[in-house]
């Protein structure tokens, strides 16, 4: 009996776990990353976007890996609702150019 509850406590554990490292992992995304965000605000607070000639100029300084990552969360509802004028301005531009 004794075992049989062991193993069972292990086994909950180890479900609890997991389940916290995975729920980790939802709250990152690339339109979280100030570094990678600064040169698109005008503000350290980033709430200023730049214009829409200095955005591209930004945009187009990605990587072809970061300006998938962006409109990846982008087209996430969630993520795009708190960077909306961020979004609005990289489906503006097309995604890529």
């Known amino acids: 009996m004794n075992v049989k509850m062991l ?5 909950a554990l180890a479900l ?3 389940s916290a490292l995975a729920a980790g992992d939802k709250g990152t995304s690339a ?10 605000y005008t503000d350290a607070d980033m709430k200023t976007m730049k214009s829409e000639v ?5 945009w187009m300084a990605l ?4 300006r998938a990552s962006m409109m990846k969360d982008c087209g996430d509802e969630v ?4 960077h909306d004028n961020f979004c609005k301005m990289t489906k503006q531009l097309g995604g890529a150019n």
Do not use: H, R, V, Y
Request: net charge negative; charged share 30%; aromatic share 6%.
């Open 7 to 11: 193993t069972m406590g292990a086994m």
């Open 16 to 18: 609890m776990t997991g």
């Open 31 to 40: 339109l979280d990353d100030s570094a990678k965000m600064a040169p698109f």
């Open 54 to 58: 200095d955005f591209k100029a930004a």
């Open 63 to 66: 990587t072809d890996e970061d």
């Open 79 to 82: 993520i795009a609702k708190q």
